[in-house]
């Protein structure tokens, strides 16, 4: 496989090209005799900022943000106010790489209680030699640590869980979307 060399006046082109906003296809063919691939492989090793958006300035091409709400629905009167962050993010247009600032609305998270009528059963704190076909092999604590246990209490049927563990390993669909929200 022949490569072409990268003398100085192609170096200095290439510079030339990515800063007027020409993909790497197109900076490829007008060299000539290299692939797109090592042109972008020149432009990493040049370490040269990315490119410039062909076209005009990039606040030109930047949406208008909208407007602000004046009245809140009544369905959201008693909620507390999100805050309002502007995040940098990267995403795909392409084959191109492009950065825009986004509006992320900020929530405060809410708390789950459980009902309190649940009982939670007293873990027998088996090891895992000491774990049979009818004991529960739900895991407590942290597998690094001295005191990770199982919970070896009886199951019912062939399930691998007591009935407690049952019902938080396997939660109906309606009840992760409820949880969810």
């Not at 962050?85 to 209680?113: D, F, P």
């Not at 030699?129 to 990770?148: A, Q, S, V, Y």
């Amino acid at each position: 496989m022949t490569t072409a060399q990268w003398s100085d006046d192609r170096v200095e082109r290439l510079k030339r090209l990515w800063a007027e906003g020409l993909s790497a296809s197109q900076i490829a063919a007008q060299l000539g005799g290299v692939s797109r691939n090592a042109v972008i492989g020149k432009v990493h090793r040049l370490n040269l900022p990315g490119r410039a958006k062909a076209g005009g300035s990039s606040t030109a091409a930047r949406p208008a943000k909208r407007p602000a709400q004046t009245q809140r629905p009544a369905a959201f009167q008693n909620r507390p106010a999100a805050a309002t962050t502007t995040r940098t993010v990267t995403r795909a247009a392409g084959a191109t790489m492009l950065k825009e600032e986004i509006e992320v609305e900020a929530y405060e998270e809410v708390e789950v209680r459980r009902p309190l009528n649940v009982v939670v059963p007293i873990s027998r704190r088996l090891a895992l030699t000491e774990l049979t076909e009818r004991t529960c092999k739900w895991p407590i604590g942290d597998p690094m640590k001295d005191d990770f246990h199982f919970c070896g209490c009886e199951i019912a049927d062939s399930a691998p869980y007591c009935t407690y563990h049952a019902k938080l390993a396997y939660q109906p669909v309606s009840e992760r979307r409820k949880a969810a929200r």
